[in-house]
């Protein structure tokens, strides 16, 4: 076994105890990368050299943090101080920042290595796409827009990668490329130094390949009480099964997807129960897009003004507030979220974790569709974190996944509760 | 009159007629900052050469923006692409980033010159406190955290300046200052590029000389409705006069501003009634602080993992979460702001403002204590849009002023109502 097949928890426990050095992976990574990067196109950019040279400084570290010696793909909309950040966006190639946005910080101080940046959605929003391709099948698009970061993943280039949420960017491409995925509740991660699209929305999520994985970034951002374990077995665990206001917009692998997680999951002795959302939740798909526009047009008004000329189309739509958002709008879409917010809570507060579909179906063909969000934007307006775990493949072969989703700063309840139904859920999870 | 003198409503219109440069103007104001710097203290960096050239290359605009040729100082915690970002914090001295702050990049694109950077407020939130002085009195704070950016416009040297409000950061030290102030409803101005401590409460703000200094910022940044004017005179107003669950922390100077602008309003011809608010706006003062410290918890995790020799113990204890906030309060005090957004805009909706205290008093003596943001706190977390407005003195010469609070999103109706009473509460205003 190569060190680039390791999961990040299982190379985390190599490194710690000296049977596997940084430099090690890290060149193991970068051979994976040289491997598959001509036709999977992950990353926009990634220095060899200096990533070999950051893991041997990182190897004489006196101190080993929680993330010691492990490289991290970064979207190329969070900032790194030692990369360029381009937001793939014409304006700002070139553009080096003086700071690692918050969560590379933290990573780094952990003593990961931040080993390149990862190809993405023009500003993790609309515009230009990725070139990344879906490693499972190169004809079709990793979802979007953390492109590049799932893909890296995927296919092996890199143990974990930032990539973040403001519609459905971190769970849908997950479930597209077969990984795990995490959405934290918003704002316990500092979103600062990654692009602004919606400061109600936006949020840092990353991606492992198993659930311990996601686990061990829980743990550089101290979320909120990772130190209470959850303390169950899998037959102690009640899931709500929720089919949610959208369910006809899932393909039928998408539908089969859910219902099979639940049937594995009832098998294995866990309380299964249907739940539905009360009205007020029809409208809050909806609500999450007048959001997404409103606060776009702000968003994107310093690029609007200081480089039309380069600047997408549609975020001068944005901008010139086409969609036509109003403010009674923005204030009842705020006011609904708050609503809901608590009333989801209180409904998951009879779960262990509610069971959702993480996408529509499988990956589509093609680059330029990157899937639709509608399984996701809810959720994260309902700022309450969310997990994707792989399940099984739909017609053409292509992953299918699930999520499951905890009340709000339950991330470290909930990630118990996946490191309990993941083996359940997911066939092929590793080890 | 020197064109320091000018508000930048008057200095605008000279600039747009061609009658003043932005070069002759930055000049002026440059000629006022060597006067009154070595007292006041209000810049961390400022290089007069770099500005000169900037005018003179706004002087060559073939368009003319908004704030074409208006000098702007920004609160260090904003960042800048030609100049350093400190956050008067020992960590980021000498920090360049690569981009500027969105608001700076508007204002810049819109033509302004962007002066240099005022001290503040440890990252605009606790810590060390800026060196900068009162200018009606050198022994007293001028408030903080936008402490440099108050004191700069208070002195005549830049007519408008960037600040920050997260508890009550912009508003306060307008009251001490003697100036005006705009902290508009949160959201509607992208505050990426200012430093992170609670993306809840976080709001850029700025201040003038006038209540029309407000609106060219406001123009700038796009604020929803301002092509609706109000259309009344001072005669067709209603305001609500609100004394506030804090009133007993108002000094008598603070007090008697309240009430003294009530009676002028009244005077005027303008209807005034006391307003109320309902049982649950008692917590929400303990809401907004619950908010602040658990999303300082992970505001300051970067540094606290990277640079924590540099870290002030007031940080620290944020990360470290010594105030004991849980995810239960964090959920609570959230859904109890919700509930209060909505309860307070439906109050507001029989107003054309609500009046209120700005500030608990005049300008406290020293440099540590920069004053109590209990007067502000609450209109942060509501989300509302403030504006304060210069009103009386108090025992000791100082200013007190009050503010003005409109609907979420009331932005522009706002500055409509601020230029109708400003002439009436404020017997100081130019013009």
Chains 1, 2 share one sequence.
């Not at 299982?10 to 994976?32: I, M, P, W």
């Not at 040289?34 to 990533?51: G, N, T």
């Not at 909806?286 to 549609?314: N, W």
């Amino acid at each position: 076994m190569q060190p680039w097949e390791l999961t990040a928890t299982a190379a985390a426990a190599k490194l710690q105890d000296g049977s596997l050095t940084a430099e090690a992976l890290t060149r193991s990574c970068l051979d994976r990368i040289a491997a598959q990067e001509p036709a999977v196109k992950a990353w926009i950019f990634l220095d060899p050299v200096a990533a070999i040279a950051k893991a041997r400084e990182v190897d004489k570290a006196a101190i080993k943090g929680c993330l010691h010696g492990l490289p991290i793909g970064v979207k190329d909309m969070i900032d790194t101080a030692d990369m360029p950040t381009t937001h793939n966006s014409p304006i700002y190639q070139g553009l080096q920042q003086g700071r690692d946005a918050a969560c590379v910080g933290i990573a780094r101080a952990e003593g990961a290595v931040i080993l390149g940046k990862t190809d993405t959605v023009e500003f993790a929003a609309a515009g230009r796409r990725a070139l990344t391709r879906n490693p499972h099948d190169l004809t079709r698009t990793p979802g979007g827009s953390s492109s590049g970061s799932a893909a890296a993943v995927a296919a092996g280039m890199v143990p974990l990668a930032f990539g973040t949420q403001t519609g459905g960017s971190t769970i849908r491409p997950g479930s597209f490329c077969g990984i795990y995925a995490m959405k934290p509740t918003h704002g316990v991660v500092n979103s600062e130094g990654a692009k602004r699209y919606s400061h109600t929305l936006d949020t840092i999520g990353w991606y492992g390949r198993a659930p311990s994985d996601l686990r061990l970034l829980a743990e550089a951002f101290r979320l909120f009480g990772l130190d209470v374990p959850l303390g169950k077995t899998v037959k102690d665990l009640r899931i709500g099964l929720l089919r949610g206001p959208n369910w006809h917009l899932a393909a039928p692998e998408s539908q089969a997807a859910l219902l099979l997680a639940g049937k594995r999951l009832a098998d294995a002795g866990v309380v299964v129960e249907e739940v539905t959302l009360p009205a007020p939740f029809d409208g809050i798909t909806e609500a999450q897009r007048i959001v997404l526009m409103g606060e776009g047009r702000g968003a994107f008004l310093a690029e609007y003004v200081s480089a039309f000329g380069k600047l997408h189309a549609d975020f001068r739509s944005r901008v010139e507030n086409e969609s036509g958002i109003t403010a009674a709008m923005m204030a009842g879409a705020y006011d609904l979220a708050g609503d809901c917010r608590r009333s989801f809570d209180a409904i998951a507060s009879g779960y262990d974790a509610v069971l959702t579909p993480a996408a529509p179906g499988e990956a589509p063909v093609g680059r330029q569709d990157t899937g639709n969000a509608v399984f996701n934007s809810m959720w994260t307006l309902l700022h309450v974190p969310c997990i994707g775990i792989p399940c099984t493949e739909g017609p053409n072969g292509l992953p299918v996944g699930v999520q499951i989703i905890g009340q709000r700063f339950g991330d470290a309840a909930l990630l118990d509760v996946a490191a309990l139904v993941a083996p359940v859920i997911d066939p092929k999870l590793p080890g």
